[in-house]
C-alpha cells in the first residue's frame, strides 16, 4: 500500500521556524522518485513550494526562495522541508507528493499568527 505522511506543522510566529518531514512507507521504492512538497491555502489553488530530485537538485517557489530549504534521506525514506522567516501569507495545509505519480500524504497544518 502506497503511503506518505506528513508531519511536523503547527503553529509559529511570523519570523519563526519549523522542519516538516514526509515519510514514505514499504510500498515505494523512494529513491527513484523526485520528491515535491506542495501548499494549498483556504480559497486558494494547491501550489508547488519546492522540489528535490534523485540527485538532490532542488527548485523553489519565487515567494519561498532563501526561506525555505527542501532536503531528503533517502535511507530514511524521508524528504524535509525546513520553513525560516515564516510569514503569515505562508499558512496552509502542506502535501508531499512523489513527482509524475497521484501518491499524496494527508497533508501537515501550518499556520503562521501572532
Known amino acids: 500500500q502506497v503511503q506518505l505522511v506528513e508531519s511536523g506543522g503547527g503553529l509559529v510566529q511570523p519570523g519563526g521556524s519549523l522542519r516538516l518531514s514526509c515519510t514514505a512507507g514499504?510500498?515505494?521504492?523512494?529513491?527513484?522518485?523526485?520528491m515535491g512538497w506542495y501548499r494549498q491555502a483556504p480559497g486558494k489553488q494547491r501550489e508547488l513550494v519546492a522540489r528535490i530530485t534523485t540527485g538532490h537538485s532542488t527548485s523553489y517557489a519565487d515567494s519561498v526562495k532563501g526561506r525555505f530549504t527542501i532536503s531528503r534521506d533517502n535511507a530514511k525514506k524521508t524528504v524535509y522541508l525546513q520553513m525560516n522567516s515564516l510569514k503569515p501569507e505562508d499558512t496552509a495545509v502542506y502535501l508531499c507528493?512523489?513527482?509524475?505519480?497521484?501518491?499524496w500524504g494527508q497533508g501537515t497544518q501550518v499556520t503562521v499568527s501572532s
Open positions: 507528493t512523489a513527482w509524475g505519480t497521484n501518491w
Open positions: 514499504s510500498g515505494i521504492i523512494f529513491n527513484i522518485y523526485d
